[in-house]
């Protein structure tokens, strides 16, 4: 017998940032009948193996840093201060579960039905759901949205690739390997060895080429990949790849061992290897092929400025469209789809929302780096491709911040502040802001704004700045 069909107004597949971001705006603001399909955690990649355990572990090795910093401002703490990660994991572990439990709770707070489950398209306005508890359950409604995120890959053609983890299982590493390697040269493996190398870990990076954060700006690459060299992370550069990864022993932490062996003959050995190569769209058993929804050649679905899919009804955004894969770009592209979807006649909302979409420009973002990586806006090269290179002015500055004027000599050439303003036209509006060192993070959302408003460099200057900071660099560059 089929199973019986139950009617919504919006289907959302995928409970991670963006389909809770669209789901609770529908439902909660404009009371749109809303079914959302999980088959995971509640709260997706961020919650769970991303964002938030990534930033708890970056606190974490950041607090090993300050010890170490400590001494130079008259504190008595020995050298090497044990710290016990498998309690901090066990911290970490319930901080999520509570994120867990306050998604779920604020679902039904706004009446949205939970279903655990993997969809799968039956049509273009019906789902099938293979229920977790058993049996299957079809939904059926004339909007769905596809925001089932992604998933980190691992090689093919490796032989051994399986050894290895990706960024999922690093949390759940209970005991510290003493060698690791990461194979990457994006920020998943720059924050992730950052963290490693913090807390004492010997930490590998195996690199295509000389620098790393290949995206950003030359500033960042070139400054950042020196500084994780005077850390002491051992950076392999123009890495010709793995053949093959051999298991010597099976084991947690320093009982695992594994045997490197690259294409060009080189070994090395290890307790622990992550790949951190690139991600995927979570798409598979969605198989939205099958109703025609078009695909890039990566996999990822193809969506226009208002995040519609080629099919009509049918809307993705966040990772599973592999643009700006963020999450707060995910929350906000729902929210907006929402608006449009469900709040152009509604009292909650207006008509002004017809035409509601996220603007993808200008979008600010962090890389939880030793130190901190702030940028928004473009490159130098992509303002110079963009505008020519007579159209483009550079302010830049290089120091070292106030919290290190304790330290030795040695130690504060090691320990850079950097920042980059790439102004354009003759009115040197600001279209690119790249910031790199202590506290970087906090700042950018700030600058963030500013740049997004169109501000231009006399903008910057005209604001007086606060002494003493790193910040106030931003607004006396010259």
Known sequence: MAPMTQHYDFIVIGGGS???GAARRASGWYGAKTVLIENGPS??????????????????????????????????????????????KKKRDANISNLNNAYERNWKRE????????ATFKSEKVIEVELQDGGKATYTAPHILIATGGHPLKPGGIKGAEHGITSDGFFD?????????????????VELAGVMNAIGVETHMFIRGERFLRNFDPMVQETLTKRYEDAGVKIHKNHKGLKEVISLKDGKGKAKLLNLIGNDGATIEVNELLWAIGRAPEIETLNPAKVGVKQTSKGHIEVDAYQNTSVDGIYALGDVTGRAELTPVAIAAGR????????????????????????????????????????????????????????????????TAMFYDFHPAEEKKIQPTEYKIVCQGPEEKIVGLHILGLGSAEMMQGFGVAVKMGARKRDFDACVAIHPTSAEEIVTMK
């Open 111 to 118: 009446n949205i039905a939970l279903v655990r489950g993997n």
């Open 173 to 189: 590493i209970e005991e510290l390997p003493e060698k690791i390697a990461f194979v990457g040269a994006g920020y998943i493996a």
């Open 18 to 20: 963006g389909g809770s």
């Open 43 to 88: 709260g997706g990649t961020c919650v769970n193996v991303g964002c938030v355990p990534k930033k708890l572990t970056w606190n974490f090795a950041s607090i090993s840093e300050t010890l170490k910093d400590g001494v130079h401002y008259g504190y008595d703490i020995p050298p090497d201060t044990p710290f016990n990660f498998a309690e901090f």
């Open 336 to 399: 907006a789809l929402s608006n449009r979807l469900f709040g152009t006649n509604h009292p909650a909302g207006g008509p002004h929302f017809a035409t509601a979409k996220l603007d993808y420009a200008n979008i600010p973002t962090v890389v939880f780096s030793h130190p901190e990586v702030g940028t928004t806006g473009l490159t130098e090269p992509q303002a110079i491709s963009q505008y020519g290179k007579e159209a483009v002015k550079i302010y830049h500055t290089r120091f």
